[in-house]
């Protein structure tokens, strides 16, 4: 606003007549076009557009860097605070555990009972109790209430009249007592719906998770080990959680990506400060991939550095690779 500002008034000083008026207008539209631009493409960025392992990123507290003010997608990540991190203590949402520790409540999601640090192989990392949501078939007409502060279903509903049903209307869309949603302009929260709620993204309707894929709780060593978080052919690795990691094994090596357009924008030299990725103790530049079956987690999984510093490592489509046709070893 400042700029804008700015601009009005040295107009104003310089123009008093019929031309001036006409050129002070002229000019004074022309900054507010520049301003309402910026902030459209800001409203309009999607992160389903942006490439990289971006959810891996937020949920472990990665810092985006941006090339340019306004630009949509992060040209890398600062994620220094996980090379920071003591080989004796678990971490979580900036928090720091000493072996023995539980989990403190906020720190947990629902489903996150009986969760303490424990030492590890290589690294301490996060135990928790196994929760068995046993539950049977529900009758027709009936349904199980759901509620997002709790981890398991809670008892079957079985309405005389299914006006009697409370229901929630969400950005349009209507959802039956129960059943999960996610607002648009509070994607961060996970919510149920439940008599009482009144549009208010509130306890107990709504809750902010402590953390969306739980990735410092469940793969503490995987992170210490630079290990890669692994995406279906059909994820979205800036939307979705892993579904399994990659870690380095003595037959794993970077093939590299020579072409100029391997570096971020037209950039020959490939190797800026920052714009590298790791994968245990291998370092890929931009463009660089990982060759694949070197072990049953990387056959078929293509791994690249594209939005340092973690390599982007997701399966191949049954049409682009055949897993029953693929010799282990990486050659």
């Excluded at 949509?72 to 994620?79: G, H, R, T």
């Excluded at 992170?223 to 978080?229: G, M, Q, S, V, Y």
């Excluded at 794993?252 to 590298?276: L, N």
Aim: net charge negative.
């Amino acid at each position: 606003m400042q700029d804008s500002s700015m601009c009005f008034n040295v107009n104003i000083s310089q123009t008093m007549d019929g031309h001036g008026r006409i050129n002070l207008l002229l000019q004074l539209f022309f900054c507010f076009v520049v301003f309402a631009s910026s902030e459209e493409t800001k409203q309009n960025c999607s992160q389903v557009q942006c490439p990289g392992p971006l959810m891996y990123y937020k949920d472990v507290g990665c810092t985006p860097v941006y090339k340019n003010e306004g630009d949509c997608c992060a040209y890398k990540y600062n994620c220094d605070h996980l090379n920071a991190r003591s080989p004796n203590k678990c971490y979580i949402n900036n928090s720091s555990y000493n072996i023995g520790e539980s989990l403190r409540e906020e720190d947990a999601n629902p489903c996150d009972i009986g969760c303490s640090c424990r030492d590890g192989r290589n690294s301490a990392h996060f135990t928790c109790a196994i929760v068995d949501c046993f539950f049977g078939p529900v009758q027709p007409g009936c349904y199980r209430k759901r509620n997002v502060t709790e981890c398991c279903p809670g008892p079957v509903i079985c309405p005389e009249d299914k006006s009697e049903i409370p229901m929630c209307v969400v950005d349009g869309v209507t959802y039956r007592d129960g059943e999960f949603f996610t607002p648009k302009n509070e994607p961060e929260k996970s919510c149920t719906c439940q008599e009482g709620y009144t549009g208010q993204n509130i306890e107990p309707f709504c809750i902010t998770p402590s953390t969306i894929c739980g990735t410092d709780l469940h793969h503490n060593e995987d992170i210490a080990e630079r290990c890669i978080p692994t995406y279906y052919a059909t994820q979205n690795p800036a939307t979705s959680c892993s579904v399994a990691w990659r870690c380095q094994n003595s037959n794993d090596t970077v093939i590299s990506y020579k072409s100029k357009s391997a570096s971020p924008e037209g950039d020959s030299s490939g190797e800026k400060e920052g714009m590298t990725c790791t994968f245990g103790n291998l370092t890929m530049n931009v463009g660089d991939e990982l060759n694949q079956g070197t072990d049953y987690s990387s056959v078929c999984v293509k791994c690249v550095c594209e939005i340092p510093p973690t390599p982007t490592c997701q399966r191949l489509d049954d049409n682009e690779c055949d897993v029953t046709n693929h010799s282990l070893g990486g050659k």
